[in-house]
């Protein structure tokens, strides 16, 4: 485990300490979620396919009225060729492209702060985030010529955030939707989108 990621799970356990100290009064809850979405961001020849995340929650509320909480996330984004992009740079506009595809990881700590009124959560997130960006080679081909296209792994560590709605079905399930944005430094991609999933309690 890097040091980068070592900061990271610190980050999160000091949010799980500082939420278990200020709920003493409050109803006090640990979770998880899993979402998934058709993903956002990309580059000059990449397109988003999917993304998925998932990740452990701590939580603090009085029922209705304010809300706090925290949480370690960890995501996927993959990516696919822009394959007529690709074949407009490096092939006039024809031939074939293989590869070129991509996969961004994104793990870090968040802060939630929202209201609670009945079923219906609002909140809104931010946290650090640890960024890894990796690019497929794509190749180019054209008649008998050929090009190949390769990018290096990029990494970041920048600001995560976005918002949230949380509608409450059970007493320990919901579905969730959120909007996110993210990365955007160091040559890592920016990444924007809305993801849906479900998020339970224990």
């Known amino acids: 485990m890097g040091p980068v990621m070592r900061r990271i799970l610190l980050l999160s356990a000091v949010l799980s ?3 278990v100290h200020s709920a003493a009064d409050a109803q006090f809850a640990r979770g998880g979620f899993v979402m998934a979405g058709q993903g956002g961001g990309g580059t000059a020849y990449m397109q988003p396919r999917f993304n998925v995340d998932l990740g452990y929650v701590l939580e603090a509320s009085e029922g209705d009225g304010p809300y706090f ?5 960890l995501g996927m984004h993959r990516f696919k060729a822009d394959q007529q992009a690709l074949r407009d740079q490096f092939a006039g506009g024809t031939g074939t492209v ?4 991509g996969t961004l990881y994104d793990t870090g700590g968040d802060v939630e702060v929202g209201f609670v009124v009945s079923v219906v959560r609002l ?4 946290g650090i985030h640890y960024y890894q960006q990796y690019h497929d ?3 180019v081909r054209s008649g008998a010529d050929e090009v190949e296209v390769i ?4 990494e970041s560590i920048s ?3 976005g918002v949230g709605v949380h509608l409450r079905l059970t007493d320990t399930g919901a579905v969730v939707a959120e ?3 993210g990365g955007g430094e160091d040559g890592v991609m920016r990444l924007s989108g809305t993801r849906f999933g479900l998020r339970w309690a224990w």
């Open 17 to 19: 300490v500082a939420l």
């Open 69 to 73: 909480g925290g949480r370690y996330t």
């Open 98 to 101: 293989e590869g070129g595809g």
């Open 123 to 126: 909140y809104g997130f931010t």
């Open 137 to 139: 080679p794509a190749t």
């Open 151 to 154: 990018s290096r792994r990029r």
């Open 159 to 161: 600001n995560g955030r």
């Open 179 to 181: 909007w996110y944005r």
